[in-house]
């Protein structure tokens, strides 16, 4: 019998995470798969004697955490990730998401990286705020390079509130970038080995951001194939084996807003009716059966 852990972090408790984990182990196990959901703080791997310990070896992860220490010492004990641990950090900081994607046939939205401050006494120049302005326009987007549902995304209407962003924000790894599309609307696209699984509008009247956390809804929608190929060539170049890849519409045509290598489904199967969890599962024993521990590559 095949033996697999689901991941998640040591200090997780937002109902909609702790369901997404139980939803991946009960489609493991309905397919025989003995699973275990384990919080990253029991120690699975450590160094001892001067090499890599693994208290338990399963025949493979399903990562749903973010914590890059324990996932790279996974692999490096020879255990299957899903998703791999160079994925889920290239996914982790958004700027180096957009840094993978740019000129590779995909449309991004403008974007700014702010340099890295060490001194919190250290002021921000004119010049610097006013080229930002001029060159994305405003209203802009300011995100931090790291989060999740959202947190961490503001508008700034004038160059008044970017100061302020950019003051607050100095000693965090930040960028800035143009606003296009409708505000508060998206396309969720899951994306499960290579291909798309299910699609969803994400639509919030409340605010610019469209995260369900952040009181948006989803519904089923079918997009165009633009948008599918975008979703699923993002998927192949950062070497995912499951994401949630957030597009935006501009006139038409399809911008990567985001790409999520944990990206939450329970709105996504409420609103589809597709298994989404199921089809993980299957994919991930579909690799196992074929493949063995081969950690997947991204496209180049």
């Known amino acids: 019998m095949l033996r697999a852990i689901v991941l998640v972090n040591a200090y997780i408790r937002a109902p909609s995470m702790l369901r997404q984990a139980a939803r991946v182990a009960e ?17 699975l791997c450590s160094i ?26 996974l692999e490096k004990c020879g ?74 995304v503001r508008l700034v209407p004038d160059e008044a509130e970017l100061r302020k962003a950019a003051e607050e924000w100095k000693q965090y790894p930040h960028f800035y970038q143009k606003r296009i599309g409708k505000p508060g609307e998206d396309y969720r696209i899951l994306v499960i080995g290579g291909r798309t699984v ?8 409340r605010d610019f951001r469209s995260n369900v956390e952040q009181g ?5 929608a079918e997009p165009s194939p633009a948008f599918l190929a975008a ?15 957030d597009l935006i519409d501009e006139q038409g045509t399809p911008y990567v807003c985001e790409v999520n ?16 969890a199921g089809a993980y599962a299957e994919h991930m024993l579909r690799v196992i059966s074929e493949a063995g521990s081969t950690v997947p590559l991204r496209a180049e």
């Open 27 to 43: 489609e493991l196990r309905l397919r025989g798969v003995q699973t275990e959901i384990v919080r990253n703080g029991c120690f």
């Open 48 to 73: 001892e004697d001067s090499s890599l310990a693994l208290a338990q070896k399963p025949d493979f992860v399903v990562n749903l955490d973010k914590d890059k220490y324990l996932s790279r010492m």
């Open 79 to 152: 255990v299957r990730l899903f998703n791999s641990a160079d994925a889920v950090e290239l996914c982790d900081d958004k700027m180096l998401t957009g840094i993978v994607l740019a000129g590779n046939g995909l449309r991004l939205p403008d974007t700014m990286p702010a340099p890295l401050c060490y001194y919190a006494d250290a002021q921000i120049p004119g010049e610097y705020v006013r080229k930002i302005g001029k060159k994305l326009g405003y209203p802009l987007v300011v995100k931090k390079s790291f989060g999740s549902w959202g947190d961490g």
């Open 198 to 205: 299910a699609c969803m509008r994400r639509i919030n009247e």
């Open 216 to 220: 948006g809804h989803g519904e089923a």
């Open 231 to 245: 979703a699923e060539r993002c998927a192949a170049l950062l070497g995912l084996d499951y994401c949630g890849v």
């Open 261 to 276: 290598s944990n990206a939450m489904f329970n709105e996504a199967e409420r609103v589809t009716g597709v298994n989404i």
